[in-house]
């Protein structure tokens, strides 16, 4: 006849911090949860969502590889025995960061929305430059490098500071190294 003792002080699952990262600079982590310090009790990783490979599923900082875009939900998992299993998750969201997303209009109404011309992941490109022209051909804007902060003002000649009209201006945003500039229109309303 066997007798099992069961430590009823082991602490609930921590599976660890979540976190956001740019897929372009992930270069792979390790899973860090809470260790299991009882021979009798046993922790295991599980994938929820998304894609990985867990090294080691049972030891509670093992190495994961092979994440794809979007989120990667994990759940660490720690049973011990009669005294119960409990269930801790989290989350590795991988974006991609190195895609440009060129709004083709905005509103710099004071509103509070979509008052500054943003280019969604133009931070993670050393060069960046942006020229904007209206319907006759005159330079509105050119600020390199651009730091998503044009309100919808002209920043030449006689109007400089004052707003321009509601209209659409074309843009030529160059990110510099062998691309060819990102050209296209902007439809500016108030």
């Known amino acids: 006849m066997f007798i099992f003792m069961y ?9 660890g911090l979540s ?13 860090e949860a809470s260790p299991v310090n009882d021979p009798l009790a046993s922790g295991l990783w ?26 990667n939900i994990f759940q660490w998992t720690v049973s011990n025995g009669v005294c119960g299993t409990t ?5 590795i969201l991988l974006e991609d960061c190195l895609t440009l997303v060129i709004p083709d209009a905005f509103s710099p109404n004071g509103d509070g929305t979509n008052d500054v011309y943003v280019i969604r992941n133009l931070e993670y ?8 022209f209206n319907r006759w051909g005159s330079k509105v804007l050119d ?10 003002t002209s920043q030449f000649g006689g109007a400089f500071g004052e707003l321009l009209p509601e209209s659409t201006y ?13 050209t296209g229109y902007i439809y500016l309303r108030r």
């Open 46 to 71: 599980t994938i929820l969502a998304g894609n990985a490979t867990i090294s080691e599923p049972t030891n509670s900082g093992t190495p994961i590889s092979g994440l794809e875009l979007g989120a």
């Open 19 to 31: 976190g956001t990262f740019c897929d372009h600079e992930f270069t792979g982590t390790n899973l």
């Open 143 to 152: 600020k390199s490098p651009y730091n998503n902060d044009w309100d919808g």
């Open 87 to 91: 269930s801790d998750t989290l989350s």
């Open 7 to 15: 430590d009823g002080t082991i602490l609930d699952a921590d599976a």
């Open 170 to 182: 074309y843009y030529i945003l160059d990110i510099g190294g062998d691309k060819e500039p990102y």
């Open 125 to 132: 490109y050393d060069v960046r430059s942006l020229q904007v």
